[in-house]
């Protein structure tokens, strides 16, 4: 059972969305603050967290920054407007997935259920990627670029995976979304521009490997000097 803590400190939002990831199956853990929220971090294996950004005793930003420094569990933002400035530091921080208030909970329900879906792994499918100096093991989900390991956030996986797997293919933008996010997906594409920036930050030299196609999309190309 996948367990998902939930950190929001309105009451009726907060048990709301609860009450729809327990009908769902998932274990829910609830906190009203920041500090309650990384307590129950810290003492429980999380798979999923999701995160208001206006709380009181820590803020979301300063939560989403103390647990990315202990893990690279998948987290969804939620954000009281659709705040561009806003939406981007998370990224940077390592979110994985917006909603903004107010939205359905069904909808974030929806996103949720994504990240797990596509870190599934289909069986047929080759267990490690090895191009170019990045190895990837995709039953550990690890990376590994020149002989050292580097920690992806569950969207930078998936983005790199699904780049090498298609490598001198180009993608679309739109492709990469769907891919990643599902056809339900409402962010601007500004989303994917900034995971990208952050998976070629990780990658180092090697981030040469993913080419921006001009206004198409992206290429991992693996001749690249
Ligand atoms: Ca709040």
């Known amino acids: ?25 998932y274990e829910v853990l609830t ?29 979301g930003w300063s939560v989403c920054r103390r647990i990315r ?28 997935d917006y909603v903004t208030k107010p939205f359905k909970p ?41 002989g050292t390991k580097i920690d992806f956030t569950h969207t930078e996986y998936e983005i790199l995976v699904f780049l090498m797997e298609h490598k001198e293919q180009v993608l679309t933008r739109e492709t990469l979304i769907i891919h990643i996010w599902g056809y339900d997906y409402g962010g ?7 995971h990208m920036r952050n998976v070629r930050l990780k990658l180092g030299e090697k981030g040469k490997h993913i080419t921006t196609v001009i206004r198409t999309g992206y290429k991992f190309e693996v001749d690249q000097k």
């Open 1 to 25: 059972m996948k367990k998902v803590l939930i950190i929001e400190d309105e009451e009726i939002l907060r048990e709301t969305v609860a009450y729809y990831f327990s009908h769902e199956g």
């Open 31 to 59: 906190a009203e603050d920041g500090q309650i929220g990384l307590d129950l971090f810290a003492a429980h294996e999380i798979d999923l967290v999701i995160l208001d950004i206006m709380l009181p005793a820590v803020d």
């Open 69 to 96: 420094k202990m893990s690279n569990v998948p987290g969804i933002l939620l954000t009281a407007r659709s705040d561009e400035e806003d939406t981007l530091l998370g990224f940077e921080l390592g979110a994985d």
């Open 106 to 146: 069904n909808i974030l329900l929806a996103r949720a259920n994504r990240l797990f879906k596509n870190s599934i792994q289909p069986r047929h499918q080759q267990d490690s990627i090895d191009l170019c100096g990045i190895y990837v093991d995709k039953l550990a989900r690890t990376v590994v670029v020149e």
């Open 188 to 194: 601007d594409d500004k989303t994917l521009t900034a």
